[in-house]
């Protein structure tokens, strides 16, 4: 069936940029999606990329996209301590198909 | 422009009881889509409703059920309760006519079943 996988953690220093990967198996997903959920509350859409674009730029965030090895990462420059949220990929033909959410720390 | 609510914030029920969970749309979109999220997992897609319609089910029991109303509201309904239902349960509404899938979401509702 369809899956969606991801990095549990990643810890970084204020400042850096943080690069969260995934991978998928559903070549058919139309678009991929990135969201961030912080502690308690729902998923916020961060960003999304269609299937057959390359990149994405969008202020900080840079989502990059690797069709043939359906691999998909999303880069913060200059994170944050109100980066710390768990980041989620999804996948989409309609429905969404969530990885497990890697879980950013970014230390001061 | 109002976006997805969710009620009740949180429940708490026994096993073996049935819940009725409740979603409001974002004005505008005619779609609504549930998921469950497990502590520590990602969401879990349960069913979606286009124009009340159901447009889509997961790998869900059938004592999970749902409703769309006129309005574009929902509501998703688990019968039977089991311990293993306790979670964060996820609406999120969409414009099922743009082609983008692009899902804004609520707050969730907190269900722990004991």
């Known amino acids: 069936g369809e899956d969606v996988e991801q990095s549990l953690f990643l810890s970084v220093r204020e400042g850096d940029s943080s690069v969260i990967n995934c991978t998928y198996t559903?070549?058919?997903?139309?678009?991929l999606y990135w969201y961030k959920q912080e502690p308690g509350a729902g998923l916020q859409l961060l960003t999304y990329?269609?299937?057959?674009?390359d990149m994405k730029q969008d202020q900080r965030l840079t989502v990059l996209l690797n069709k043939k090895d359906k691999h998909l990462s999303l880069r913060i420059a200059d994170t944050q301590t109100g980066d710390s949220a768990i980041y989620f990929c999804a996948s989409s033909g309609g429905k969404l198909i969530f990885g497990q959410g890697t879980e950013l720390s970014v230390k001061p | 422009e109002t976006g997805v609510t969710q009620s009740p914030t949180h429940l708490i029920k026994t096993r073996g009881q049935q819940v009725t969970l409740r979603c409001s749309s974002q004005s505008g979109h005619n779609t609504v889509s549930w998921y469950q999220q497990a502590l520590g997992q990602g969401p879990q897609f349960i069913f979606q409703y286009y124009r009340e319609e159901e447009n889509g089910r997961g790998n869900f029991p059938p004592r999970f059920s749902g409703l769309q109303f006129p309005n574009y509201s929902s509501e998703l309904n688990v019968n039977a309760l089991e311990l293993d239902d306790s979670a964060l349960y996820l609406c999120a509404s969409s414009d099922g006519t743009s082609g983008i899938y692009e899902q804004f979401f609520g707050p969730g509702t907190r269900l722990t079943v004991l």
């Open positions: 559903d070549s058919s997903s139309t678009y």
């Open positions: 990329i269609f299937s057959n674009m």
